[in-house]
RNA sequence: GGGCCGUUAGCUCAGCGGCAGAGCAGGGGACUUUUAAUCCUCGUGUCGUGGGUUCGAAUCCCACACGGCCCUCCA
């Protein structure tokens, strides 16, 4: 670990087992874009480590090298940042041990630098302690971060590129580049526009101090279309409050977006839309070459009725869903579909707040409160009792509605105590088909507990 | 100590000089076989606080408070 620490990521090797050229494009290719891709984030690359080998920074660096003072003053300017008088900007890669981070330039001559590789110039990296003359270029050296933005900058034609609001404050990295831009290569800087962070549960988001979900925990369980909303329906100065642990943030996303394609498609909304509701909805998808009429004209299906259905035993959620729909489902229909159900399980093993998880209650039910309840209950059990096992749902359905209508109580009560007996809670899925799902000699026993009669 | 961004309904957010809004949550109601479904209905909230400008301020200006981020290097 010591003996890479300060020399340029290029020049690290992968870790073990990656198969990247080196330390850089391991991270950048395996963590970067394989998250980015499914989001239709498609970029094209330049590798800087390769631009400076080929000699294209060159002119940038003598450029910024015969304009030293100027570097330094603009340092202690815009940053109060106050660099010894002989500082270059410029970092050499030492000819010796081939760190960058630990080298020191000076005395250009308009050809060469003189460098040295000091010990103890930084905390997290020692140099070798050699020292000699260079000429920075090639690939030699590299620019300091600031003059190499405002380098790109120039070598691209940049003339537009946000930052995070890290970067954009006052007296910060891009007050330095912006002012480089402009006096040592002469060029106005790109416009500027600051954006806002992610934030989980009041916190910025970040995985190495372990602070609510990591990029890649969410995108493992929201599809790339409800991410790109996420990130795309604020203004960019607005901070994300993202907090999907325990809370409805992710069913409520779906939602928002099945909302924005019902809009796109001139189906009737509640409520007032966003302005430009079908220019968000269109940013969302990740296919650029995809129709927005089209997608948004598609079925799709309800996440938070996915989330259920996919916990009830023996549903056919593809039927279910074509049943919605009113006809079959079209290939690309299917597709969402699927994708939706491995969300709503992803969700339901992970964020979703117990409230959304079906569980049949381990402990004994407690007696229904009401007589007339108790008995029907003690009627159901005993009706059920004499069906013969395997139960269907379609069975036990109407054998509680049965037994309701000839006792006269509304069904809808019946309900509430059966899920009570069994869920704990005064609603839940069909009845019929949840208790068919279940032991039989279980639910007999669970009913006749809540009708207060001994199981024995 | 300096700076940037934010602060609007329980939550997430629009509105950015002209009547304070939406979604969700929540309350009430409808539906005699229940997809946690569906439909109808209900919004007074010190627009963070205090000043100022204006015929008129959530909106513009100034302070302050609170929250987030940055102000050494690296990128």
Redesign the pocket.
């Known amino acids: 670990m010591d003996r890479y620490m300060g020399v340029?990521l290029s020049e690290v090797p992968a870790p073990a087992g990656s198969a990247a050229a080196n330390y850089a494009r391991h991270f950048v290719g395996e963590l970067f874009l394989s998250t980015f891709k499914p989001l239709g984030l498609d970029p094209e690359l330049y590798w800087?480590s390769e631009l400076y080998r080929a000699g294209t920074m060159d002119s940038f660096i003598r450029t910024a090298l015969d304009a030293a003072t100027t570097v330094r003053a603009i340092?202690l300017r815009v940053?109060?940042?106050e660099?010894t008088a002989d500082w270059l900007p410029i970092?050499v890669i030492c000819q010796t041990c081939g760190r960058?981070?630990t080298t020191h330039a000076t005395d250009w001559d308009g050809e060469t630098v003189a460098y040295a590789c000091q010990p103890d110039m930084?905390a997290?990296a020692t140099g070798c302690g050699a020292s000699g003359r260079v000429a920075p270029f090639g690939g030699l050296a590299?620019l300091?971060?600031?003059v190499?933005w405002a380098a790109k900058w120039s070598h691209f034609g940049v003339t537009i590129e946000g930052c995070?609001?890290?970067?954009?404050?006052?007296?910060?990295?891009r007050d330095r580049s912006d002012a480089i831009a402009r006096e040592v290569f002469h060029r106005e800087p790109p416009l500027n526009i600051?954006h806002?962070?992610i934030?989980v549960g009041?916190?910025?988001m970040?995985t190495s101090r372990a602070q609510g979900a990591a990029a890649h925990e969410i995108a493992a369980v929201v599809p790339p279309e409800q991410i790109r909303l996420l990130l795309v329906?604020?203004?960019p100065?607005?901070?994300?409050?993202?907090?999907p642990d325990q809370?409805?943030?992710i069913p409520?996303l779906f939602?928002?977006s099945d909302?924005l394609a019902a809009a796109t498609a001139g189906r009737p909304v509640?409520?007032?839309?966003?302005?430009h509701a079908d220019r968000i909805f269109a940013a969302s998808l990740p296919d650029a070459g995809m129709d927005p009429a089209a997608a948004a004209a598609t079925f799709r299906p309800?996440f938070?009725?996915l989330?259920?259905?996919v916990?009830i035993p023996g549903v056919n959620v593809a039927e279910?869903a074509a049943?919605?729909k009113g006809s079959a489902l079209t290939p690309a229909e299917v597709a969402t579909l699927d994708g939706r159900i491995a969300a709503a399980r992803a969700w339901l093993a992970t964020y979703a707040p117990d409230?959304?998880?079906?569980a049949v209650r381990e402990d004994a039910a407690s007696p229904n409160d009401d007589p007339a309840m108790r008995a029907l209950l003690e009627d159901i059990a005993n009706r059920l009792a004499a069906v013969a096992a395997p139960w269907t749902g379609d069975q036990v359905?109407?054998a509680i509605?049965n037994t309701?209508?000839e006792r006269a109580i509304?069904?809808?009560?019946?309900?509430?105590a059966?899920?009570a007996a069994f869920?704990g809670?005064?609603?839940?899925?069909?009845?019929?088909w949840l208790l068919a799902s279940l032991d039989p000699a279980f639910v007999i026993g669970r009913l006749r507990e809540a009708a207060g009669s001994p199981t024995a």
């Not at 509304?410 to 509430?416: D, I, L, Y």
């Open positions: 340029p800087m340092y940053s109060k940042v660099k970092s960058i981070g930084v997290w590299k300091p971060f600031n190499d995070g609001k890290d970067l954009a404050t006052a007296g910060g990295s600051p806002e962070f934030n009041g916190k910025k970040s329906r604020h203004r100065q607005q901070a994300i409050e993202f907090n809370t409805d943030a409520r939602d928002e909302r509640r409520g007032e839309l966003p302005a309800a938070g009725h989330a259920l259905l916990q279910r049943a919605e409230a959304a998880r079906i359905q109407e509605f309701a209508t509304p069904a809808g009560s019946v309900f509430a059966l899920y869920l809670r005064t609603s839940g899925p069909r009845a019929g």
